[in-house]
């Protein structure tokens, strides 16, 4: 159980697209979401945490408008690049969370490349 | 600020082997601490939290809060044990807020 899907696993954009990524919980109902980047070699880094029904908290040095998150349902959050550059390259991973106290789940992650 | 060291990034052991992966951390309030496991071409998945007391796999953390550390460890190490380990900190019954270490890649060697 608790299983989450992230889909794409890998998109490869021109440099200046915007590109969604999608996070599922398949067998449960998330009342919290999280987004994490990570770099090569380096941890994973909280960028924002979204409930459902409400704006996205993000950390702080992330750029709200640069990466818009959507939580519209209890199943469903996506996270979208606008006008991605080079440097937005990296992996993104979600995770979801039945409730508080409980453990989060972690989604395969997003491999995205700007050229 | 929260935040997790994890002093090895690689660390390599025989089968049959006790390893201990180490953490330490940095927080002012009361910590809830976790290890998170992440096997080749896997996704990241819960090992242990410290609040669960449990054994999962033959791995133990104890949270010790004198030397603010929750190192993982297990007598004797399997190959089926080889991954990346990270360690990660909330606050406890706050946001759960994960701040992960830099992690540790274990491998066992037959």
């Known amino acids: 159980g608790a299983v989450v899907s992230q889909h794409p696993s890998w998109v490869i954009c021109k440099s200046g697209t915007s590109v969604k990524i999608e996070c599922r919980s398949l067998d449960f109902q998330a009342t919290t979401m999280f987004w994490y980047r990570q ?10 945490t979204s409930n459902e029904g ?3 908290t993000y950390e702080q040095g992330v750029e709200k408008d640069k990466f818009l998150i959507n939580h ?10 606008t006008s991605a550059h080079p440097e937005d390259s990296s992996f993104y991973i979600c995770s979801a969370r039945i409730v508080t106290n409980q453990p989060q789940h972690f989604g395969d992650g997003t491999r995205l490349s700007i050229l | 600020a929260q935040r997790v060291t994890q002093p090895e990034k690689l660390l390599s052991v025989f089968k049959g082997a006790p390893v201990e992966l180490k953490c330490n951390y940095s927080y002012s309030g009361s910590p809830e601490l976790f ?7 896997q ?5 242990l939290r410290h609040i669960s007391r449990e054994s999962i796999k033959g791995f ?7 030397e603010t ?3 993982l460890k297990k007598p004797f190490a399997q190959e089926e044990d080889s991954a990346m380990y990270y360690c990660a900190l909330s606050s406890q019954g706050g946001s759960e807020k994960l701040v992960f ?6 491998t066992v060697n037959p």
Do not use: C, E, I
């Open chain 1, 72 to 81: 519209a349902s209890l199943t469903l959050s996506t996270l979208t690049v």
């Open chain 2, 101 to 106: 270490g830099k992690g540790t890649k274990l």
């Open chain 2, 60 to 66: 133990t953390a104890d949270l010790n809060k004198g």
């Open chain 1, 54 to 56: 409400s704006k996205a």
């Open chain 1, 39 to 48: 770099f090569p070699k380096q941890s994973l880094m909280l960028m924002a």
């Open chain 2, 69 to 71: 550390s929750f190192h």
């Open chain 2, 35 to 41: 290890w998170y496991v992440q096997y080749s071409r």
């Open chain 2, 43 to 47: 996704r990241l998945q819960l090992l």
